[in-house]
C-alpha cells in the first residue's frame, strides 16, 4: 500500500472497474461526460478515482434524475450517476460481492454474477412439473424506501473493509439533480437503474445491497434467519 494513503485499494482494480463500466455501456451523469470523453484522458481519470478512494476523500456527485413513463401512467425516477462514480461504485463492489453472494437466497437472480432472468424462467418452467400453485408478492416502493441504516446493518455484518464501510453511506445519500436542476437530498432508499443494460454487472452498487437486503429478509422470512 501507498505509505501516504489511507487505505489500500488496487490499480488494477480500478482499471478492471472501468472496463466493466464501458461493457455495460450507458449515458453520461450530471457532468456531461460519456463513456468515450472519459476513456480519452482515461489515465488521469482512472488516477483521479483512485487517490481519492485510497486517501479516504472521494465523495460522489448527485445523482441524474431521468423521468420515465410507467406503463400504467405516472412516471418513475431512474439515477443516473456519473461514469467516474460508476467505476468507484464498481471498484468497491468487485471488493465486496464476493463477501456476500454466499449468503444470498439460491433463487435470487436479480444483478447476480451467473445468474440472469433466463435462468429463472428455466427453474419456473422445471417447478411448474411439480407444483400446482404459485405465490407471487411485490414489496411496494421497495428502492425508494429502503432504511438505510438496516442496509448498512447488513453490509457491516459481512464486512470490515473500512473504506466499503465509510464510502456506502455516502453513495446512499448522494442527492438527485432532477431534470429542472433542483436538486433533492435522500435519507431513504436507493436510485433505480435502468439505463444500462440488464447484466448484473449494470447495477450499481447501492442497487445491488438493496437486492441483497431483500433477499436476506425473505430468506430470514422463510428460515426465521437473522442477518
Known amino acids: 500500500m501507498d505509505e501516504t494513503k489511507s487505505y489500500e485499494i488496487s490499480k488494477h482494480v480500478v482499471l478492471e472497474a472501468f472496463q466493466r463500466v464501458k461493457a455495460n455501456k450507458g449515458v453520461a451523469g450530471i457532468d456531461g461526460e460519456g463513456l468515450e470523453t472519459f476513456e ?26 431521468v423521468e420515465i413513463p410507467k406503463k400504467n401512467g405516472g412516471t418513475r425516477i431512474l439515477g443516473v450517476p456519473t461514469v467516474a462514480d460508476r467505476v468507484a461504485q464498481m471498484v468497491a463492489k468487485i471488493y465486496f460481492e464476493p463477501k456476500v453472494e454466499p449468503h444470498f437466497h439460491p433463487d435470487s437472480y436479480g444483478y447476480r454474477p451467473g445468474k440472469s432472468a433466463a435462468d429463472a424462467l428455466e427453474v419456473t418452467r422445471q417447478r411448474c412439473w411439480k407444483y400446482d400453485w404459485v405465490l407471487e408478492f411485490d414489496i411496494k416502493g421497495l428502492f425508494d424506501n429502503i432504511d438505510h441504516e438496516l442496509l448498512m446493518k447488513a453490509v457491516c455484518k459481512h464486512t470490515d473493509n473500512p473504506w466499503i464501510i465509510l464510502y456506502i453511506p455516502r453513495w446512499l445519500k448522494a442527492p438527485f439533480q432532477m431534470p429542472d436542476g433542483t436538486v433533492e437530498e435522500r435519507t431513504k432508499g436507493t436510485p433505480q437503474g435502468g439505463l444500462c443494460t440488464n447484466s448484473h454487472k449494470a447495477g450499481s452498487l447501492v442497487r445491488y445491497l438493496a437486492i441483497f437486503i431483500l433477499t436476506r429478509l425473505t430468506t430470514r422470512w422463510w428460515k426465521k434467519d437473522t442477518f
Request: no cysteine; hydrophobic share 35%; proline share 8%.
Open 40 to 65: 480519452s484522458n482515461l489515465k488521469d481519470n482512472l488516477y483521479r478515482i483512485w487517490n481519492r478512494m485510497s486517501s479516504g476523500s472521494y465523495f460522489p456527485p448527485a445523482v441524474k434524475a
